[in-house]
């Protein structure tokens, strides 16, 4: 009989994307070698491995939605998944980090172990793992969201998410789309040629404004890559005008009223009917949910092939899907363009800390939250990247990614300087923390823009986005702050 014996490392780390990856790279610069990353797909790249349908591409400049020390000759302000997803790989590469990744590893709980004073890893692999720190970086964009429908077991055609992407032939197909949000608005002008029917299930309609995105020439890409600091300077550019918009979205909601017109004019221009152009037109402010760029939008809903239908889906047939006016339509193909599970405790492994606490059942009772959105009180060595309310609605995650990589190094290093095991959030300071994150989301556009969003949980407290800009969140964990953490020696 074989018995499996448990692999340790002083590191572990969950998940090979942008936060996987910006951690592991981090760590070997350091010289701190001892570490694995554990991955559940077959390649690095996190959101961008698993999103890939057409058309999938970076909503934020790419000159910023990178890492601030490995700059990249990009082929267009937007990238697309794939130039994305191979960025990474280079990184990777360029870092020798394939050697500390297991691939087809996925988390099924931790637990921490009082008298060792470490974490016990288990993956569904049946593998385990001691480490003394974990990093998870598993995100917030990979378990995706799919409704669930009467009957939608008796469907004989094809169904599946965007983000685990089928690669079917959908020529001459009649192909229902469900959802109107980021992924959908980029998939629906790639497809909409090959379809025979466009069936489009609209819950509320998005604000879009056009996408000012643009193919680097010749000469661009000359001088971003020969002129001294000139790729420096745009991404400096870039992150400013990301901070203006970002003031609207947190201070001065009522200045959106711009972009607005600009996005009430991207469907007039497009949309000659009436009746079409109030359906497409949303009666919340906008960025209250994800601000969309597209030029491909409007003109894919005005093809002959579209249909929009406002009407909530009430069961399926064997056939097709039946509307809620009672109405059948026949379709071949059902891709779910809804989103993923994000403030949901119960999509994040189960994770029991000192004293048996289970931290999916207390996330349950207070709702999702950390202390700076890294650690959690109860939870020692356990740092959180992209974690409860360090989302952005204006800029680059990788940037805050960065951020809080800096912040868990230094908790890190200070827990080896002072010879101690553990390092710990008191849950004074995470209180404090979250009341005044709290607090800051009152009067922001997500607070008061009228809208319901994937950014809230069950009861309507938004767990997701940061209250201020991504420049004051860096201010903010530019220096750890002892006072705030109990530390334990060994």
């Not at 990301?242 to 609207?248: A, I, K, N, R």
């Not at 109405?327 to 891709?335: A, G, L, N, S």
């Not at 009067?443 to 800009?469: A, F, Q």
């Not at 004051?472 to 702050?481: C, G």
Request: net charge neutral; with cysteine; glycine share 8%.
């Amino acid at each position: 009989m074989t018995t499996v014996r448990p692999v340790s490392t002083q590191t572990l780390i969950i998940g090979a994307g942008f936060s996987g990856i910006g951690m592991a790279k981090t760590l070997k610069k350091r010289g701190m070698t001892d570490f694995l990353v554990l991955e559940e797909s077959t390649t690095p790249g996190g959101t961008w491995f698993l999103n890939r349908y057409p058309g999938c591409a970076c909503d934020i400049p790419t000159e910023f939605y990178s890492f601030s020390d490995e700059p990249h000759p990009w082929k267009r302000l937007y990238s697309s998944w794939d130039e994305i997803g191979a960025y990474l790989i280079e990184v990777v590469d360029r870092h020798n980090l394939q050697p500390h990744i297991r691939f087809g590893e996925s988390v099924e709980s931790a637990e921490w172990d009082n008298v060792k004073k470490n974490w016990r890893v288990f993956t569904t692999s049946g593998n385990y793992y001691d480490t003394q720190f974990i990093v998870s970086g598993i995100g917030a964009l990979n378990i995706p969201q799919i409704p669930q429908f009467e009957d939608f077991d008796k469907f004989e055609g094809a169904a599946f998410h965007t983000a685990r992407w089928d690669n079917v032939d959908l020529t001459n197909k009649r192909v229902a789309v469900v959802g109107t949000g980021a992924s959908a608005i980029q998939l629906v002008p790639e497809i909409i040629d090959d379809v025979a029917e466009l069936h489009l299930y609209q819950r509320t309609a998005p604000w879009v404004i056009p996408n000012f995105n643009w193919n680097y020439g010749r000469l661009t890409r000359f001088v971003l890559e020969k002129v001294p600091g000139a790729r420096r300077s745009l991404r400096y550019d870039v992150f400013w005008i990301q901070e203006l918009l970002g003031l609207g979205m947190t201070r001065q909601p009522y200045a959106l009223k711009t972009l607005e017109k600009l996005a009430r004019w991207n469907i007039n221009r497009s949309i000659d009917d009436e009746n079409l152009q109030r359906q497409l037109t949303p009666n919340w402010t906008l960025a209250c949910k994800r601000l969309l760029k597209s030029n491909g939008w409007y003109p894919a809903i005005a093809n002959p092939k579209t249909q929009l239908i406002d009407d909530d889906i009430e069961r399926f047939t064997p056939k097709g899907i039946v509307s809620a006016d009672g109405t059948e339509r026949d379709v071949d193909i059902v891709i779910w363009a809804t989103g993923f599970h994000v403030a949901d405790p119960n999509v994040f492994p189960r994770i029991q800390g000192i004293n048996d606490v289970e931290l999916t059942k207390r996330w349950k009772n207070e709702g999702v939250q950390a202390h700076r959105g890294v650690t959690v009180a109860d939870m020692p060595n356990l740092f959180f990247l992209l974690g409860p309310n360090t989302g952005l609605g204006h800029n680059s995650v990788v940037f805050m990614i960065e951020s809080q990589i800096g912040y868990v190094t230094q908790l890190i290093d200070e827990t080896i300087k002072r010879n101690c095991k553990t390092v710990v959030p008191k849950r004074t300071a995470q209180d404090s923390w979250n009341e005044w994150v709290q607090k800051k989301l009152q009067g922001t556009v997500w607070d008061v823009g009228g809208c319901n969003s994937w950014y809230t949980d069950e009861h309507g407290v938004n767990r997701v986005l940061y209250p201020r800009l991504a420049s004051e969140y860096w201010l903010q964990m530019r220096r750890i702050n002892t006072r705030e953490f109990n530390f334990k020696e060994l």
